[in-house]
């Protein structure tokens, strides 16, 4: 996501970690019951991905471990960071830190120098599409919010004129993956069954 400044934007990149009540304010309550009501769908889900590598009460033992993390323990959904373009640019990059995909990896040939196939199954959950979308509305938020709407002149991508302020996370979700970056460098960023 990227906006344009009134002025000169400079100084140092920042980075923020928000947890689900930072990312979803009031409605954290609602997302939670919804993601507790589909952790054995997508334990089920991912046992069928996997070829039935991982057993489902394996999963769902993993999963509300995660969910604990995410809710109780409120641990960061999401690393954000912020650059400051030096003209009057500003940037940022995002990434969900816990999605709750599980990907594969296969030996794809004899040959040991042939590339492995490899599934990461972005966005294979309801979550992993709403916590993005989320939290894209967070930065959202943030830059049009003192102090920043005072730097802020307007937000140059996507803009108002492609993501209206009011667009369902559906249409945030089809930006984001015709988008986005996706940084699997954190273990938890891409789970491989």
């Known amino acids: ?46 046992v069928k991905v996997s070829n039935g590598h991982m057993k489902q009460e394996d999963l769902e033992r993993l999963y509300q471990l995660q969910f604990d993390l995410i809710v109780k323990d409120k641990v960061p959904i999401a690393e954000i960071l912020f650059h400051p373009g030096g003209g009057n640019a500003v940037s940022s990059e995002f990434w969900g830190l816990l ?63 492609e993501i209206p302020a009011t667009a369902a996370d559906e249409k945030w979700v089809e930006w984001l993956k015709a988008n986005c970056k996706l940084n699997p460098f954190l273990a938890s960023m891409v789970s491989l069954t």
């Open 1 to 46: 996501m990227a906006g344009e400044g009134y002025g000169v934007l400079a100084g140092a990149s920042t980075v923020t970690y928000p947890s689900i009540s930072d990312v979803f304010g009031n409605e954290t309550d609602s997302i939670v019951a919804s993601l507790r009501s589909q952790l054995s769908d997508y334990a089920a889900a991912t």
């Open 99 to 161: 999605p709750f995909a599980r990907g594969n990896i296969h030996i794809s040939s004899n040959d040991p120098t042939a590339p492995a196939a490899i599934n990461p199954n972005y966005f294979m959950f309801e979550w992993d599409g709403k916590s993005q979308a989320g939290i894209a509305k967070y930065i959202r938020k943030i830059l049009r919010s003192a102090p920043l709407n005072k730097l802020i002149a307007k937000e140059t991508k996507p803009g108002l004129s």
